[in-house]
C-alpha cells in the first residue's frame, strides 16, 4: 500500500497537569475522508494545532507526504500543502469577504510573491477572480463585497472554508466545520463537504454524527488523548470499547 | 588587584540588590495587568526628591528616609487610582504615551518645585566613613554606608522574596501573574491586589533613591537611565517573575560595575593599547545589552518566565 | 480594520499641500522671515522620521521604543562619510539608510521574536545600547558628538544654503511618502496590515509572517537614517542626544498624535508637535509640563485607544 498522506506517530504532549494527547498514532490515506471524533476536551483540536504547527509536540513526529514536517513552523506547512479551518470562526472581520479569500490566494507560493512594493492590489484582477470562484464554490457569491463580521455564522464557516481551499491544499484539517451552524446550513456544509473530498483529502474533526457517518471513509476515536479504536464507521460503530467509552448512549 | 575585585563585586551586589528593588515592582505591574509603565523610574527619581527634602527638613537621614518612602507610597496610591486602573484595560500604545507623558509632568515638576540643580543629600553621620573588613589575613576597607545599603538590599530583598514566594498573599500575586482570568475565576480581588502591588512597588522606588541618593546624585532625568536598566533586568529574568528578577538584578548589577571597572584593564592585556583604550569604554557600557541579547537569542521569555 | 486606502479628497489635497511646500521659501523670503526655513526643514525631517515609525507601529502593529537609535545612526554615518572624505549626499544619505537599515536588521531580528510588552522593552534596551555605544566611541566625539565640517553637498550642489537643504529635504521627504503610499496599498503593505490585524491567521494562511514584519522594521529603519544624514546637515552635528530614548518617545508621540495607521499621521503629528513646542517655548520654559497634560489628556478621552479618534472622523 502507499504511503499515507498524513502519517503522526507517537504524538505526544502534555500541559502542565494535562495529558493532552498520549502516544497518537494516526493516518490519512490520499484520497479519504478520515473523521476524528471524541468527547469534549478529549484533545481534537489540540490534535488539530499540533499536525497544522501551531504548537510543537513534546514528543513523535508529523510527516507529510512522506516528508517529516514535525520542526517545520505553520506557514511551512501551509506552504507544502496542509490548509486548516479554525473551531472558532478566524477571519478578517474588517475586511470584505472577497479581500478575506484574495489574501488566501495571495499567500499562495504560485501566486507570486508578496513581497510587491509598488503595484496596487487593486488591479490584480486575477487574484480576486480566483477568490470569486472559491467563494461561488461555498456558496457565498452574493455576499462578495460584505464585510466578513457582517457574515452571518454559518456564512463565516464558510467563508472559513474558502480561505482553506485557496491556499490548494492537499490535505483539508476541518475543525467542526459545522459547529454552531443551524440544521440547513449544516447540510449544505455536509454537501459540500463531499464535494470536495472528490479531490481533497480531508482530515474532519466533527461532533455531529450523522455527518460524520455520512462523509467519513474511516473514523478514529479519541477518548482523554488516547486513540482508541480506527476503523471504517461499520468498524467504529460495533466496537464495544468506543460504545462504553463513548458512543454509548448516541446509538 | 583582589582588592579592587572585592570592592567592585561588593559595590556590583549593592547595585543589583537596588535594581531588584526597582524591578520587582514592575515585574508585577508587567505580569499580573500586562501593563507597561514607563513612569516606574519617575516614582524612583521622586521618591529620591521627597527623601532628600524630608531629610533636609528634618536633618535626619533616617526620617527622611521613613517619610520619603511614606510619601511615594501616598503618591502611587493616588497614582494607580486615578490614572492605571484606567490604562489597565487599554492597548500597549495608550500605556506607553499615558506613561511617558506622566515622565514630562514629573520631571517637569520636580524641576518647577526643587530647581534645576542637583539636591544634596548626606549619608548619616556616623556612617559616613569606611570599616575594615578582614580579608585572607589582610584587612580592606570599604564605605560602612554601602555596607548598610547591601544589609538593607538583602533585608528588603529577601523579605520580599519570601513575602511572593511563600505567603498567602503573594500566592495570590504569583497566580495573577500567570494566569489573570483563572485567579479573577476563584474569587480573588485582582484590583485591590493590583493597588497594593502598585503602593508596595512606589515604595520600594523610593527606597532605592532614597538609599542611592547619597551615592549618585539627585537629580531630574536619574529615573529613566535605571529604569532602562530595569526592563534589562525584567527581560533577562521573564515578565512577572520575582525570583527572574532578583537573578536578573544580580546580573546585570554585578556584570555591569564589574565590566565598567575590570575590562579595560583586561583588554589592555590582550590587545595593543590604544585598541583597547577606544574598545574597553565602549564595550563595558554595552555589556549587559550584549548579555541581554544572548540570553534573548537561546530564551526569549527570559530565565523564568512566569506563563509556562 | 480595514486596509488602509487613501480618501478621495486626498491627491488633490496633497497636490496643493505639495505645491504651497514648493512656494514656502520664496513666499518666506520675500517677508523677511527666512528664519524660518530652517524650522521647516526640521519639520519635514520629522515628519519623514515620524512617517517611518509610522509604517512599523501603524501599519506592522509593531510598537517600538527604539526608533530614534537608526535616527541617530544615519546622522552619525552621514558624518562619518564627511570624515572619510566623502560629501556628495548622494552617496552619503544611501549609506546612511544603508547603515541604519543594518542595525535595524539587527535589532529586529532578535527583537521580533517577542511580543508586547517584551517588545516594547527590548527595542528600548537595545536603543540605548546604541546610545551608549555611540557616547563611549571617542574616535565619534563621544559626549559631544561628530560635528560636521559644514554642510554636504548635493548632486555638487552645496547645501550650505538653506533653501537647497530645504528642497533636499523635501524631495526625500515626498519620494518616501510616495514609496509608502503606494507600499500601503500593494501587495507588502496589505500583508503586514493582516499580520498587524491576526498574525497566527496569516502564518495559517501561508504567510512567512516573521520576514514581513522584519523588512517592515528594517525599512522604517532605514528611512529614520535617511532623517538622520538630513538633520545632521541641518544642524551641522551628529549628536548622541538624537539616540536618547526620549527622542524615541516624541516620533511615537508624534504617531500617536496624528493618527496611527493613517499614512499621514506622522506628518499631522510631526507637525503639530513642533509648531505646539514652538509656540510653548516663548511661552514658559515649564512647557514640558504642558505637553505632558495634553498627551494625558488624548489617552483618558479616547478610551477605544487613540486612533479611534481619527478613525470615527474618518468613517
Ligand atoms: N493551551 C493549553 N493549556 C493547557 N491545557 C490545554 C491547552 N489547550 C488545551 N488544553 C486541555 O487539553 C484538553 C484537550 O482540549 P481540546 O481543546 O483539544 O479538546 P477537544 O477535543 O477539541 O474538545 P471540543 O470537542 O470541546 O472542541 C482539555 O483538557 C483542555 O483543557
Ligand atoms: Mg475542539
Redesign the pocket.
Known sequence: MADPLLDVRQLSRR??A?D?LKAVNFSVNAGEVHALI?P???????FIHHVSGALQPDSGSVHLAGRDVTRLPMHARVRAGMARSY?ITNVFPGLSALDNVALAVQGRADAGSSFRFWRPVRTETALFDEAAGHLEQVGLSTQKASLAGNLSHGEQRALELAMALATKPQLLLLD?PMAGTGPEESARMVELIEHLARHITILLVE?DMAAVFRLADRISVLVNGELVCTGTPEEVKSDAGVRRAYLGDHL | MTQLILEQALNGLQFGLMLFLLAAGLTLVFGIMDCINLAHGSLYMVGAYFVAAAAQAADSFWIGLGAGVAGAAVLGLLLELSLFRQLYQRDHLSQVLATFALILIANEAVRMIWGPAPLMLNPPEALSGPVELPLFGDTFFYPAYRLVIIAFGLGVGGLLYLLVARSRVGMWVRAGAANREMTEALGINVRALFTAVFVFGAALCALAGGLLGPLLAVQVGMGESILILAFVVIIIGGIGSIRGALVGALIVGTVDTLGRALLPTLLRAALPADAASTLGPALASILIYLLMAAILFFKPQGLFPARA | MAFYQAASWQKPALITFGIALLAMPAVLTSFDQAFYIGFATRVLIFALAASSLNLVLGFGGMVSLGHAAFLGAGAYAAAICQQAGINEALIAFPAAMAAAGLLALLVGAISLRTRGVYFIMITLAFAQMAYYLFVSARAWGGDDGLPLNGRMQFAGIPMSDDQTLYFVAFSAFTAAMLLFGRLADARFGRTLQAIRENETRMAALGYPVFRYRLLAFVLGGAFAGLAGALLANLTGLASPNLLQWTQSGTLLVMVIIGGVGYLYGGVVGAVVLLLLEESLVGVTEHWHIILGLLLLAIVLFAPKGVAALFRKRHG
Do not use: I, L, M
Open positions: 500541559f502542565a494535562v493532552a471524541g469534549n476536551g478529549a484533545g481534537k483540536t489540540t473551531q467542526e461532533h
